[in-house]
C-alpha cells in the first residue's frame, strides 16, 4: 500500500517557513506546548504576530525598560507553556497569545487609544480615575488611580463597558462608573467630568 506524502512536504520550503511560528520546529520537544504551535497554522499565526508585536514593543520600550519587557516576555513564555495543564490546551495558548498581544499593544501605545475619560469619584475631586480605551483583541483600557495604573480586559456585560484588571475593575455605563482598586477595595461610585 502506498502512503501519501503530508501536504507539508509538498509545498515549496518558503511557504513551509511562512506558516510556521517565528521560531525554529526543529528544535521542540515532541509534546511539548511548542510542537503543538508548530503543528497549528492558527497558533504558529498567533506566535508570528506575537514576534511582530514584540519587536514593535522593544522598540517603544527603547532603553527605559528593555530588562522589564524582556523578564515579563519570559515569564508569559513560562505560562503560555503552563497550558499543557489545560483540558483544552489549542484555547489555553490561543488566548494566552491574544491577551499577551493585547496587553503589548496597549501598554506600548502600539494602537492608537481613545482620548482619556476622566471620572471624578465618591464627590471628591482628588478622587479622579483616568481611563483610556484601546480596540485590540480583546479590547482593552488603561485605568489610571492615584500614582498606579491597571490594564483591564473587557468582559461581557449586561450593560455598559466593564473591565477586569488584576485586583481592579472599571463599569462604565452612560458617563457614570463603579470602580474598584485594590483587593476587595470598597466601591467607588464615579461620574465623567
Known amino acids: 500500500m502506498r502512503h501519501a506524502l503530508p501536504l507539508l512536504v509538498l509545498m515549496p520550503l518558503g511557504q513551509v517557513m511562512a506558516a510556521g511560528p517565528a521560531f525554529d520546529c526543529s528544535k521542540v520537544e515532541s509534546g511539548s506546548i511548542e510542537a503543538q504551535i508548530c503543528q497549528s497554522e492558527s497558533l504558529s499565526a498567533l506566535d508570528r504576530k506575537m514576534a511582530e508585536v514584540y519587536k514593535a514593543a522593544q522598540q517603544k520600550a527603547g532603553n527605559e525598560h528593555p530588562p522589564v519587557l524582556k523578564a515579563e516576555q519570559r515569564g508569559w513564555i513560562k505560562g503560555r507553556n503552563d497550558c499543557w495543564k489545560s483540558d483544552d490546551q489549542p484555547t489555553c495558548i490561543a488566548d ?8 503589548l499593544q496597549a501598554r506600548y501605545r502600539l494602537i492608537e487609544a481613545t482620548d ?3 471620572f471624578q469619584c465618591d464627590g471628591n475631586p482628588a478622587k479622579e480615575v483616568v481611563a483610556s480605551f484601546f480596540r485590540t483583541e480583546p479590547p482593552t483600557a488603561i485605568v489610571e488611580f492615584g500614582d498606579s495604573s491597571s490594564l483591564m480586559y473587557q468582559q461581557p456585560a449586561a450593560s ?8 481592579e475593575s472599571f463599569w462604565e455605563h452612560q458617563g457614570e462608573a463603579t470602580v474598584v482598586w485594590g483587593y476587595e477595595a470598597p466601591e467607588m461610585k464615579c461620574k465623567a467630568r
Request: no cysteine; proline share 5%.
Open 96 to 103: 494566552s497569545y491574544r491577551l499577551r498581544i493585547a496587553e
Open 116 to 118: 482619556p475619560v476622566f
Open 160 to 167: 455598559g463597558a466593564r473591565y477586569q484588571g488584576q485586583n
